[in-house]
């Protein structure tokens, strides 16, 4: 009963937000490749986990602490790096950084953002920076730099997303006058484009490993890979010096008919071991969903689009509304299955722990 209520406690959110959004800006944030069979499998393969409760232990204080790549945390619910905020809600990052704070989660800031990162970074919330690399690594190299002189604790490198699937996905810059094009980044508008060629800030399509150390050496923080649906991806960008991986289907946002995250984490798990920490995101809508991800082996998850019907709904009470919601329904299934901490949260809780559905 707890899991159908949490369900449509997200699902009316979204519904929420559809009502009150332009269409086309609805449309952006909901968006899929494909068919969207990918979004459609992501939620329901989180539901379908079984928990192993275990008696006799003591969960009176259903702690949610946690910490991540050494940042101490309140919650393992941390909010995705999505574009576009600005569309949802005119202090756009602002609002997501003041909620996360509040919800004492942590940040992902887009390469899209439409704030500088000063302003993010003055509102106190940890950070971490996504990156997409560009095809003038020039361009990516100056934004990183600024990310990390701005204290972001980290990179997020997207690896999965060099060029978006679906023309659903692609922002037109005439159905989005007052807000930045691709060409206009916040983080980027004191740099001088003129000479540059058209498609200087748009995804690089060359990648290699190499990128991870690059990034490491230029920024001087640790780097996360995100996008990440195999083991032996996992164990390539760790053996290349990644200090995490995201398991990540970016929300169904990239292929139709990829795996789900859900799917994808256990071999990532096991790929990598104890070499570094692993995360995942796409399809996480309950604290269920939250506690079968930690059993699994993921430090922590990140939370897309049901952030971003918060801050359209309710801004920066919205946002830390969800986040606030997806901890205590956390807490909740932590006192059902017997763990009092994060750490108490295990793979023996969890009925068929490979399970694949
Ligand atoms: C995203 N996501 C994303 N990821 C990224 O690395 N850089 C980005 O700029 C964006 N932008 C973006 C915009 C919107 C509107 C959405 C919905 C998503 C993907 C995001 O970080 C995350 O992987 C997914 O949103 C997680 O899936 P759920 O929680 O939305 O199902």
Redesign the pocket.
């Known amino acids: 009963m707890q899991r159908e209520a949490a369900q449509s406690y997200a699902d009316e959110l979204e519904m929420k937000a559809k009502a009150e959004l332009p269409d086309y800006v609805y449309g ?4 899929t490749a494909g068919g969207g069979e990918s ?1 459609q499998d ?2 329901a393969h989180w539901d379908a986990v079984r928990f192993r409760p275990k008696a006799f232990t003591n969960t009176s204080e259903g702690l949610t602490r946690t910490s991540i790549l050494g940042t101490q945390l309140r919650t393992p619910v941390l909010a ?5 905020q600005n569309a949802a809600t005119p202090l756009a990052e602002i609002a997501t950084a003041r909620a996360v704070r509040r919800a004492g989660s942590l940040l ?1 800031v ?3 953002t439409s704030v500088p990162f000063s302003q993010i970074a003055a509102e106190g919330a940890p950070w971490w920076f ?1 990156v ?1 690399v560009m095809k003038d690594r020039g361009l990516s190299s100056a934004l990183v730099e600024r990310a990390a002189a701005a204290e972001a604790k980290a990179l ?1 490198l ?1 690896v ?2 060099t060029r978006l699937a679906s023309s659903e996905l692609v922002i037109d810059p005439q159905l989005w006058p007052e807000t930045p094009g691709k060409r206009r980044l916040a983080n980027l508008l004191e740099e001088d484009l003129s000479g540059l060629s058209e498609d200087a800030t748009r995804g690089a399509e060359d990648l290699t490993l190499d990128i991870i150390g690059e990034l490491r050496e230029r920024s001087g923080i640790e780097v996360i890979v ?2 990440i649906l195999r083991g032996d991806d996992a164990r390539r960008a760790v053996d290349a010096g990644a200090a995490g991986v ?1 398991v ?6 990239r292929l139709g008919k990829s795996v789900t995250s859900m799917q994808a984490l256990p071999e990532v798990v096991q790929a990598v071991g104890n070499d570094c920490e692993v995360y995942v ?5 309950t604290g269920d969903h939250v506690a079968a991800a930690l059993a699994m082996g993921a430090r922590a998850v ?7 019907w918060g801050l359209a709904t309710g801004g920066e009470d919205g946002a830390a509304a969800v986040l606030e919601r997806f901890t205590e329904e956390l807490r909740l299934t932590m006192a059902a299955i017997g763990a009092n901490t994060i750490r108490d949260i295990t793979s023996d809780m969890l009925w068929r722990p490979q399970a694949t559905c």
């Open positions: 952006y944030f909901a968006g979004v992501a939620a995705a790096p999505m574009a576009h992902g887009s390469t899209n996504q997409y997020v997207t999965d997303t995100k996008g995201l990540s289907t970016h929300g169904g946002r995101d796409s399809g996480i809508r990140f939370v897309g689009r049901p952030v971003m």
